[in-house]
């Protein structure tokens, strides 16, 4: 659980313990409503699922996945509210239900009745359900006549020492212990000063704090620089922060690949200052995140919506019997000329995010902000707009890119794009 969120985990933990009311919690990206509220379900007895919104393109995904971890044993499915209710209330569900949705943003573009439901579901299902709504905005822009509002719990933002406790606690978990104060906080105040007025993002800042700090104290291990003399330590580090501070959001190298290359990276930074990997050599200006959005475009070009659950879904879903696609040798022959000859179609930004979030590897760090590394696409000209660029929500888009090239892209980030095109696998 994040630092100074205690008062927040108590007067929650408390308010889930005598109500069963709807909670809504609201506050910027990275202020611990999440890590709050997972705290407090692992300390309950109570039946606990939890669901990101941003997967689920459609309704019918977001019942489906409760209902997968309320009923894992049955196979049921349904695509509104009412169904859903209903499914529920022939159960024998003895324990309180908490159901966290995260992003809850997402569900005002769906149909109102669906948050009626969800705020009404203690009557329509009999059982004693709360449900807890995640969100970055506040709670007017959802209020509605045909529902009670809910209760409002506010995260509030994190002062600056605040923040720089968070990074300095999150480098300590990453680190060696040995590092005092003296080190690592004066590292700390340094990267927030630079970086804060050009990103306010706890998470980003997390992340160039632990691909910086290593930097930081290479010259104290090697015995060149003394931890006390500050004015050469951050000389030292100068050349570092003036390459990322040009990059920030790409995120050219995640955490996991500078954990597993270390050495390698090091080796390279001390001598060049410049990082590279086996695969760089395909554009080198976009991010990880980038390059995986730019593939789930690609997929979501050239394949059927309508096979996106077989090929992303993260639940496995039984198989009717002969409901398999079969394809004789004469059509596969000639796979690759026929899916170019094809051409890419449109599809709807909320499809290319759907697949994106189902292939990202979980190791990968998440984008800060999604719609900015789609709106570099389209100036790129990666990706094709294909409508008004005002309603970003339902923007139709198409990808630009050759199927050697997004073949090449995928072998920079070890993804085997072949698996998951229709007309290839």
Known sequence: MHLHRQDQYRHLKALLETSNSAIFIHGK???????????????????????????????????????????????????NPLDFASILKNQQIDKNVIMVLNHAEKLRDWDGSILTALFNLNKLSNLNITIVLLSTIVWDRFRSKTFQDPILFHFSDYTKEQIID?????????????????????????????????CSQLKELIYLSKLLFPHYIYPIQQGIIVESDRARLYKWIQPFISQNINKLYLREISLYQFDTN?????????????????????????????????????????????????YFAKIEVQKKKGGAIRKTKSKNKNDRSKLLLKGPKSFVLERMLGIFYNIIPES?????????????????????????????????????????????????????????????C
């Open 29 to 79: 990206e990275g202020v611990g409503k999440l890590e709050v509220i997972k705290k407090i379900m692992d300390e309950r007895d109570d039946t606990y699922l939890y669901v990101d919104i941003w997967d689920c393109f459609t309704p019918r995904i977001l019942f489906d996945r409760m209902l997968s971890h309320l009923l894992p044993e049955d196979t049921v499915s349904c695509d």
């Open 166 to 198: 968070v990074i300095s606690e999150e480098i300590y978990s990453c680190n060696d212990k040995s590092y005092c104060q003296t080190v690592v906080r004066p590292f700390v105040e340094l990267i927030y000063d630079i970086f804060h007025a050009c």
């Open 262 to 310: 270390r050495d390698d990276i090091m080796e390279k930074y001390t001598t060049n200052s410049t990082i590279s990997f086996a695969g760089d050599s395909i554009d080198n200006d976009l991010s990880v995140c980038s390059k995986y959005l730019l593939i789930s475009s690609y997929l979501a070009s050239y394949n059927p919506a309508k096979l996106d659950g077989k």
């Open 364 to 424: 990968i760090p998440p984008c800060v902000d999604v719609f900015e590394q789609v709106r570099n696409l389209v100036s790129l000209r990666f990706l094709i707009q294909m409508n008004s660029l005002e309603k970003i929500d339902c923007l139709k888009l198409k990808c630009n890119v050759s199927y050697d090239y997004i073949v090449k892209l995928s072998k920079s980030v070890n993804f085997d794009i072949s698996k998951y095109l229709f007309d290839i």
